[in-house]
């Protein structure tokens, strides 16, 4: 028999709250962050991780600076507009780029297209 319900269950119902702010934030409060749907990234909900954010540096004996993981914070709660505003102007000089490479594979393909055409 399937379960007809809208509702999963139990732990994946519950929403965390966010984490209050803290002096010394820690990789658990990020990820608190990123389930309880404040930075955007997915609808709240609980998100039990195979290891959890910050095992990994851990295990390499360096553990997440405290600095670090609240630059991460403020990073990922930002509204929307400032993280797309900040990353429009990340490119700097280097928005040629794109324009540059669609121009070279237009010009080619006009290039092959006039020699096939020329040798007919």
Do not use: F
């Not at 119902?13 to 930075?39: F, H, M, N």
């Not at 609808?43 to 390499?60: F, I, N, V, Y």
């Not at 780029?97 to 055409?117: D, K, T």
């Amino acid at each position: 028999m399937a379960l007809r319900s809208e509702t999963p269950p139990p732990p994946a119902d519950r929403v965390p709250d966010a984490p209050a702010a803290s002096a010394r934030p820690t990789s658990a409060q990020l990820k608190a962050e990123i389930d309880s749907g404040r930075t955007g990234d997915k609808m709240p909900a609980h998100d039990p991780g195979l290891s959890p954010l910050g095992t990994d540096d851990e295990a390499a004996g360096s553990p997440a600076d405290a600095s670090r993981v609240a630059l991460a914070r403020d990073e990922e709660t930002r509204p929307r507009r400032q993280r797309a505003a900040r990353m429009a102007t990340g490119h700097g000089a280097n928005r040629w780029v794109m324009p540059a490479y669609y121009g070279l594979v237009v010009a080619a393909a006009v290039a092959v297209g006039l020699i096939v055409w020329l040798l007919r």
